[in-house]
């Protein structure tokens, strides 16, 4: 999915758990502008006692960067594939034909 839209869903479902569960109006505008707010409001939703509030809050400071650069570091690291000890070698079209001998047939 888009990172964008991502970032986007996530606050508009932060907003509209912190007016269920604790009755606070988020301008998502002034979220996206300015950025003492934004913290301010993801702070609000860490605080609170409501599972689905702080998990957004989360959420939204990992997209946005928030988290710091340890966490994305380690985030990384747990996404990237596992490497083999060995990677296979390429062969060289001299390497890949010589032991070729029979046909499908063969």
């Known amino acids: 999915m888009d990172t964008d839209f991502v970032q986007l869903q996530l606050m508009t479902r932060l907003k509209l758990q912190l007016k269920r569960r604790l009755d606070i109006k988020m301008d998502i505008h002034q979220f996206l502008a300015d950025r003492s707010y934004a913290k ?9 006692e409501d599972e689905d509030l702080i998990m957004y ?24 594939p596992q490497r083999l000890a060995a990677e296979p070698k390429p062969l060289h079209a001299d390497e890949a034909t010589s032991s070729y001998i029979y046909g499908t047939r063969g």
């Not at 301010?40 to 609170?48: F, H, V």
């Not at 809050?57 to 990237?80: F, M, T």
């Open 40 to 48: 301010e409001m993801l702070q609000i939703a860490d605080q609170s």
């Open 57 to 80: 809050s989360l959420q939204l400071s990992g997209h946005l960067g928030w988290l710091g650069a340890k966490s994305l570091a380690a985030k990384k690291a747990a996404y990237e």
